[in-house]
């Protein structure tokens, strides 16, 4: 269906409050009548009716002079009630949409409060988690609720959960798995299941947080509120807000108001007239129509706007147009400069979507938004799923793979070839929610290993990780060895499965310590944080090493050292990198040269090495070591 078979409207939709009046605009321009309800309260039966007034451009508008805050609304269209698609509030469950005083949802302090500015997208320490699955401890009444995140739990000891635990990590953004109101979750507290569970990538309103995640969710401002609320914590904290946002399909398809609405507009039809599935859900949006991108531009604007978050990461960015991504880049990127934009590079299935037209890994290029690098998380840890290996377990082939993502997956010379025109495009990562977990992956692959060489290998996962230019991310447990039971898939698993155990952290704490000391160290060395491809050029050198070994130097502007070397053994043995391997003669004096190992396995440990009695480096076994250099 072309763009311009329908009149395109310009106008602000859904419902425009104040306290003397409320204007109601809906786009339908099939539809020749349609009905305002105007219920009482969310689960009244009785309901005032209005004829709602077409204009030319396909516009439904009818205004109602009277105080209609606390009021909910829907709109009769032939023999369908359905909700509004630009609600900013619904009732409990999402069945009807409600209008509500937007400024009494602010939450004290709520227009002044700090957000963190002046960091660039390197300087970026992304932590993914899922509200339930962070805060579901069992004995909490506050379990997978906006305000149980922002929580500062203290067992004792140092074992901080909740708020302090992302604090004292050091993370610098959080991404929460979506929160904008999905079905398949029941939002009665009365009538929930322990086991009605979901992640959320079942969309129903784009622009109103999830019930389920409220303290109470039959009230309609509640759950502004407390979201509200959370990201302001988190911003005191220090820590940026990322949401997750799902544009590229619906929950429901034939029957969702989207379709009811403007049939067969919002979505991609096939010839047939079966829905395009690209999404694997059911169907896919047709975000390349005029209206579909209207809706998703002013859906993000609205989320900055009115909840101050700091960033998106897009599900399924390749079932969203080039063109709509880009107009979404610019949008933001006009309230906000250093919001953070990123997304998957593919699609979930066949789709009707031209392959020129996908925002796919290449798409990024100087575009301003960044994408998931998945052939540098295989080249760590290999396949998602699956038995095969990667670097850490000994597969040698994948050195130059993982040496590209080193590099920050740019065009850093003939061998290393990336889709990155500079590092802050690739968002690395070993594992998402999605999958097996970085524990499980490694002991699936490696299923005669001890407890004691499986933690060696994480250990090795997250130091290639943290040390690598481009944007890191971590998912939520990787820091303590966390496990979901071998679940690849668990997007509908009970917590038994899903939910974080935190006594893992009292358990494993050397781990937790050792992740926490990397994040440190990137903070601490910018030379881990280079900003242009052209940069990472001039300061990263590989050396030539053996084939299951990587080594490489980074020059530092510094007035302590000159360089650092970091080495990446994946072998069972201990391997010595010759200083001429390093250095040439002509560069520096052996006798000249000064060096401290400021990490190894241990974490951040500050010892002098004499490098005049090996004459070479040592890296240990599965493991990353790091050196500080000095030649003056």
């Given at each position: 269906?072309p763009n311009d078979?329908y009149?395109v409207?310009?106008?602000?939709?859904?419902?425009?409050?104040s306290?003397?009046?409320?204007?109601?605009?809906?786009?339908?321009?099939?539809?020749?009548k349609?009905?305002?309800?105007?219920?009482?309260n969310s689960l009244?039966?009785?309901?005032m009716?209005y004829?709602m007034?077409?204009?030319?451009?396909?516009?439904?508008e009818?205004t109602?002079?009277?105080?209609?805050e606390?009021?909910f609304?829907?709109?009769?269209v032939?023999?369908?009630?359905?909700?509004?698609p630009?609600?900013?509030a619904v009732s409990?469950n999402?069945v009807?949409?409600?209008v509500v005083?937007?400024?009494?949802t602010?939450?004290g302090?709520?227009?002044?409060h700090?957000i963190p500015?002046?960091?660039?997208?390197c300087d970026?320490?992304?932590?993914?988690?899922n509200l339930?699955?962070y805060?579901g401890?069992?004995?909490s009444?506050?379990?997978?609720a906006y305000?149980?995140?922002?929580d500062?739990?203290?067992?004792?000891?140092?074992?901080?959960?909740?708020?302090s635990h992302?604090?004292?990590?050091?993370?610098?953004?959080?991404h929460i798995?979506?929160?904008?109101d999905f079905?398949?979750?029941e939002?009665c507290?009365?009538?929930k299941?322990e086991?009605?569970?979901?992640?959320?990538y079942d969309p129903?309103?784009y622009?109103?947080p999830e019930?389920s995640y409220?303290?109470v969710?039959?009230?309609?401002?509640?759950?502004?509120?407390?979201?509200?609320?959370?990201?302001m914590?988190?911003h005191?904290?220090g820590i940026k807000?990322i949401l997750?946002v799902?544009?590229n399909?619906?929950?429901r398809s034939k029957d969702s108001?989207?379709n009811?609405?403007v049939?067969?507009y919002?979505?991609r039809?096939?010839?047939?007239?079966?829905?395009?599935?690209?999404s694997?859900v059911g169907?896919e949006l047709?975000?390349?129509?005029?209206m579909?991108?209207?809706?998703?531009?002013?859906?993000?604007?609205y989320?900055?706007?009115?909840?101050?978050v700091?960033?998106?990461?897009f599900?399924l960015m390749g079932?969203?147009?080039?063109?709509?991504?880009n107009e979404?880049v610019?949008?933001?990127?006009r309230?906000d400069?250093e919001?953070l934009i990123y997304?998957?590079?593919?699609?979930?299935?066949d789709?009707?979507?031209?392959?020129?037209?996908r925002?796919?890994?290449?798409?990024?290029?100087?575009q301003g938004f960044?994408?998931?690098?998945?052939a540098f998380r295989?080249g760590i840890k290999?396949?998602?799923?699956?038995?095969s290996?990667?670097?850490i377990?000994?597969?040698?082939h994948?050195k130059?793979i993982?040496?590209?993502g080193i590099?920050?997956?740019?065009d850093?010379?003939?061998?290393?070839?990336?889709?990155a025109?500079d590092?802050?495009?690739s968002?690395?990562y070993?594992n998402?929610h999605?999958?097996?977990?970085?524990y499980d992956k490694?002991k699936?692959?490696?299923?005669?290993s001890?407890?004691e060489e499986l933690i060696?290998?994480?250990k090795?996962?997250l130091?290639?990780?943290?040390?690598?230019?481009?944007?890191?991310?971590?998912?939520?447990?990787n820091?303590?060895?966390?496990?979901?039971?071998m679940?690849?898939n668990?997007?509908?698993?009970?917590?038994?499965?899903?939910?974080?155990?935190?006594?893992?952290?009292e358990?494993?704490y050397?781990?937790?310590?050792f992740v926490?000391d990397?994040?440190?160290?990137?903070?601490?060395?910018?030379?881990f944080?280079?900003?242009t491809?052209?940069?990472i050029?001039?300061r990263?050198?590989?050396v030539s090493?053996r084939e299951?070994?990587?080594?490489?130097?980074?020059k530092e502007?510094?007035?302590?050292?000159?360089?650092?070397?970091?080495i990446?053994n994946?072998?069972?043995?201990h391997?010595?990198i010759?200083f001429t391997?390093?250095?040439s003669?002509e560069e520096?004096?052996?006798?000249?040269?000064?060096?401290?190992k400021?990490f190894?396995?241990r974490?951040?440990?500050?010892?002098?090495y004499d490098?005049?009695?090996?004459?070479?480096?040592?890296?240990?076994p599965?493991?990353?070591?790091?050196y500080?250099i000095?030649?003056?």
């Amino acid at each position: 269906m072309p763009n311009d078979q329908y009149p395109v409207s310009h106008k602000q939709l859904g419902s425009i409050y104040s306290k003397n009046k409320t204007i109601f605009r809906l786009w339908a321009p099939t539809q020749e009548k349609i009905l305002l309800a105007i219920y009482e309260n969310s689960l009244c039966i009785h309901r005032m009716q209005y004829n709602m007034k077409k204009d030319i451009d396909g516009v439904f508008e009818i205004t109602i002079e009277e105080d209609l805050e606390g009021k909910f609304y829907t709109f009769i269209v032939n023999d369908s009630e359905v909700t509004d698609p630009y609600s900013v509030a619904v009732s409990e469950n999402g069945v009807r949409s409600a209008v509500v005083d937007l400024k009494k949802t602010d939450p004290g302090g709520w227009k002044i409060h700090s957000i963190p500015r002046g960091s660039l997208p390197c300087d970026t320490i992304i932590y993914e988690l899922n509200l339930i699955d962070y805060t579901g401890k069992k004995n909490s009444d506050k379990k997978g609720a906006y305000l149980s995140l922002v929580d500062s739990e203290d067992k004792g000891q140092g074992y901080q959960e909740g708020l302090s635990h992302l604090k004292d990590l050091g993370v610098t953004h959080v991404h929460i798995l979506p929160v904008n109101d999905f079905l398949t979750v029941e939002e009665c507290k009365e009538t929930k299941r322990e086991n009605n569970y979901n992640w959320g990538y079942d969309p129903e309103h784009y622009n109103v947080p999830e019930g389920s995640y409220s303290s109470v969710p039959s009230d309609p401002k509640n759950r502004i509120f407390e979201l509200k609320k959370m990201i302001m914590k988190l911003h005191q904290a220090g820590i940026k807000v990322i949401l997750d946002v799902v544009y590229n399909h619906t929950y429901r398809s034939k029957d969702s108001n989207f379709n009811v609405l403007v049939p067969d507009y919002y979505y991609r039809m096939k010839e047939d007239g079966s829905f395009s599935n690209g999404s694997g859900v059911g169907n896919e949006l047709a975000t390349e129509r005029s209206m579909v991108r209207k809706f998703i531009l002013e859906s993000v604007v609205y989320w900055v706007k009115e909840y101050k978050v700091d960033g998106f990461r897009f599900d399924l960015m390749g079932l969203i147009d080039k063109e709509t991504v880009n107009e979404i880049v610019i949008a933001l990127k006009r309230i906000d400069k250093e919001i953070l934009i990123y997304g998957e590079p593919w699609i979930g299935f066949d789709s009707i979507l031209p392959i020129k037209e996908r925002t796919l890994k290449g798409s990024q290029a100087h575009q301003g938004f960044s994408v998931y690098n998945d052939a540098f998380r295989d080249g760590i840890k290999g396949g998602n799923d699956d038995e095969s290996k990667g670097f850490i377990q000994g597969n040698c082939h994948m050195k130059n793979i993982v040496e590209t993502g080193i590099a920050g997956t740019i065009d850093y010379d003939i061998l290393h070839r990336g889709f990155a025109k500079d590092p802050e495009e690739s968002i690395n990562y070993i594992n998402s929610h999605d999958n097996l977990i970085l524990y499980d992956k490694i002991k699936k692959t490696c299923p005669y290993s001890s407890e004691e060489e499986l933690i060696k290998l994480n250990k090795f996962a997250l130091s290639i990780l943290f040390t690598s230019q481009g944007i890191p991310f971590i998912h939520e447990g990787n820091e303590i060895l966390r496990t979901k039971q071998m679940v690849a898939n668990s997007y509908d698993s009970p917590l038994a499965i899903n939910k974080i155990n935190w006594d893992y952290k009292e358990r494993y704490y050397d781990f937790y310590t050792f992740v926490r000391d990397l994040i440190y160290l990137r903070k601490a060395y910018r030379c881990f944080r280079l900003n242009t491809a052209e940069e990472i050029r001039q300061r990263l050198k590989f050396v030539s090493t053996r084939e299951c070994t990587i080594a490489y130097t980074i020059k530092e502007d510094h007035d302590d050292f000159d360089y650092l070397l970091i080495i990446h053994n994946a072998m069972e043995t201990h391997v010595g990198i010759p200083f001429t391997s390093v250095f040439s003669k002509e560069e520096v004096a052996l006798e000249s040269m000064k060096v401290k190992k400021i990490f190894d396995e241990r974490g951040i440990a500050y010892t002098t090495y004499d490098i005049t009695k090996s004459k070479s480096f040592t890296g240990a076994p599965q493991s990353t070591v790091i050196y500080q250099i000095v030649l003056r």
